[in-house]
């Protein structure tokens, strides 16, 4: 089978991906989505506060999901349900995409450019080293968050949550209204993963303690979970002791990070980030590999939907112009780099030449910060500079890029964060 552009995952990113490249004229652009349904994770996430910046206004994961199916269908965009994508190659001028299903069995597809849009996953137990044994009553937060709002399943009635992410913190507040005991939340970090205002709304509201620089250092249970114990870490995350607080419950809830999916590039030669574990890009969204674009929780984990839909739309126009071959090169490229308190940018490097009047760069910083400044530097002078009164590894963040900065002599870019305000 050919095509012009194939979408690999049918979530928020692969439903604006290809609505966006469908948009820009590439009429050939099928999804793959190896669930049974189009909308990915908003399927089960059924809390609001999705779509502010997108439709001003407040939804559901499935009700904002519902508006982008929609909007594909009525575009006519084709699309393979039960369809997993088992391999990637770049062969010649094409991409080709290897994928099995049920109904169609063993199939490849050819096709002119590929975005990848498979999301992330959970970090398991298995990668946390937790002593103890191993009882059932262990489940990620996501893998909870299924069974209580798809599957109408309670995991447990007296439940400890590790890991402070917006996951965890939402399944906090899903499992108290379903009637049952969140003793409290432990983050190894000194800072909480998760969005101020879920901290807020499902802690603070509930009266749900939120321990930080606290970990799991024991778990009792030979069927099912008894009890686990939470230590105090020091600077160093190794538990302190003396510090350790036994709780009673027959649950325990992990939320400790997301690991972007990334075995298809890894099989088709796309260079991660040591950092994010997602694919390096430049502007265009377009990795190390002619062709093969990447956007949203593959490519960085995201914290707001909105920003995941936003760059997809980019990817999905990037893929349309390259089918199309709208641009002509060749480019220089400009490594982007960090200084300061930020860990990474989206994009790793970008293209004056190439790029429109201006590029988003999207950042997280590495550590909680109040009065901090954001600056760009192009070869070390400062283009760029703005306070932020507060700034959290929680909260991404983003400057925009001027093409009218640029002489064309430049040979780096540089995104700080740092303390102090000085020179508003």
Avoid at 184 to 213: F, H, T, W
Wanted: with cysteine.
């Amino acid at each position: 089978m050919k095509h012009d552009i194939v979408i690999i995952g049918g979530g928020p990113a692969g439903l604006a991906a290809a609505i966006a490249a469908r948009q820009s004229g590439v009429e050939d652009v099928p999804i793959l989505e190896r669930e049974k349904e189009l909308g990915g994770i908003l399927n089960q996430c059924i809390h609001n506060g999705f779509g502010l910046h997108t439709f001003k206004e407040e939804l559901t994961g499935p009700e904002y999901a519902a508006r982008y199916i929609e909007k594909a269908q009525e575009l006519g965009i084709p699309y393979k349900l039960s369809t997993t994508v088992v391999d990637l190659q770049r062969q010649g001028d094409s991409v080709v995409v290897t994928s099995v299903s049920k109904e169609d069995g063993l199939m490849q597809t050819e096709a002119k450019a590929a975005v990848l849009c498979m999301g992330c996953r959970e970090r398991p137990r298995g990668a946390l080293n937790i002593p103890g044994t191993r009882p059932a009553g262990i489940f990620s937060a996501g893998t909870a968050q299924r069974l209580v709002n798809m599957e109408g399943y309670l995991p447990g009635r007296k439940a400890v949550i590790l890991g402070s992410g917006d996951i965890g913190l939402i399944m906090a507040r899903r499992m108290t209204l379903e009637g049952a005991q969140v003793q409290c939340v432990a983050e190894l970090m000194p800072y909480s993963g998760g969005l101020k205002r879920n901290i807020v709304q499902c802690l603070d509201d509930y009266g749900i303690p939120l321990k930080l620089s606290h970990t799991v250092v024991d778990i009792e249970g030979k069927e099912r979970v008894t009890a686990v114990t939470i230590a105090q870490v020091d600077e160093k995350l190794k538990p302190i002791p003396g510090t350790e607080e036994r709780f009673e419950c027959d649950t325990l809830l992990l939320s400790v990070g997301l690991i972007p999916e990334n075995e298809l590039s890894k099989a088709v030669g796309v260079e991660l980030s040591p950092v994010t574990s997602g694919p390096l890009v430049n502007e265009q969204l377009e990795t190390n590999i002619p062709g093969v674009f990447a956007c949203g929780n593959v490519l960085h984990v995201h914290d707001l939907v909105d920003y995941v839909s936003e760059e997809a739309q980019q990817a999905g126009r990037s893929a349309a112009q390259f089918v199309q071959k709208a641009q002509a090169g060749p480019f220089g490229e400009i490594p982007l780099k960090t200084g300061g308190a930020v860990r990474y940018t989206v994009p790793a490097s970008l293209s004056p030449q190439r790029m429109g009047e201006e590029a988003v760069v999207r950042f997280r910083v590495g550590r909680n910060m109040r009065k901090a400044t954001v600056r760009v530097l192009l070869d070390g002078k400062e283009a760029y500079k703005r306070p932020r009164p507060v700034m959290a590894p929680g909260e991404m963040e983003q400057v925009l890029i001027k093409k009218a900065w640029f002489s064309g002599e430049e040979k780096e870019i540089t995104v700080e964060a740092t303390d102090g305000q000085e020179g508003k």
